[in-house]
């Protein structure tokens, strides 16, 4: 009986753990649903300052390379700045379909947009309308 109690402490703990860790991940979810919007958030920051100071740096070297000074300086940094929007852009659209899969740039027709049975062979392909068909039939 002395070799089974220790076994039967060890399972009895086990278990409790696994009924801990268990109903802890459902609280940890909502936590880490709201850092994640807040990372989101960051990183669509983060992303448009890199965009402006690369542009900026870029714009700046040139104008002392060539003697331009505050010309290309203010050309490269409206591209960064344009570079960071065009990316932070692309993160909302990855972010909008992982929180609804399917939903975005999607229209009627699937991932393409195209309705289907619209007439063209693309749609007859996606659908499989032309299946069992040959050349001379």
Do not use: C
Not at 12 to 26: E, F, N
């Amino acid at each position: 009986m002395s070799d089974q109690d220790p076994k039967r402490k060890l399972d009895d703990l086990d278990a409790k753990l696994t009924a801990y860790k268990a109903g802890r991940k459902v609280d940890k979810a909502h936590q880490e649903e709201h850092y994640s919007q807040a990372n989101i958030a960051w990183r669509m920051v983060t992303e448009m300052v890199a965009g402006l100071g690369i542009g900026f740096g870029i714009g700046f070297g040139l104008d002392v390379l060539l003697g331009t000074k505050p010309f290309l300086m203010v050309v490269f940094a409206l591209l960064g700045v344009a570079a960071g929007i065009k990316v932070m852009l692309r993160t909302a659209k990855e972010v909008q379909a992982s929180m609804s899969p399917g939903a975005a740039g999607t229209g009627p027709g699937g991932v393409t947009g195209k309705s289907p049975g619209a007439g063209d062979e693309d749609s007859a392909r996606e659908t499989g309308a032309d299946e069992g068909k040959r050349d001379g039939d």
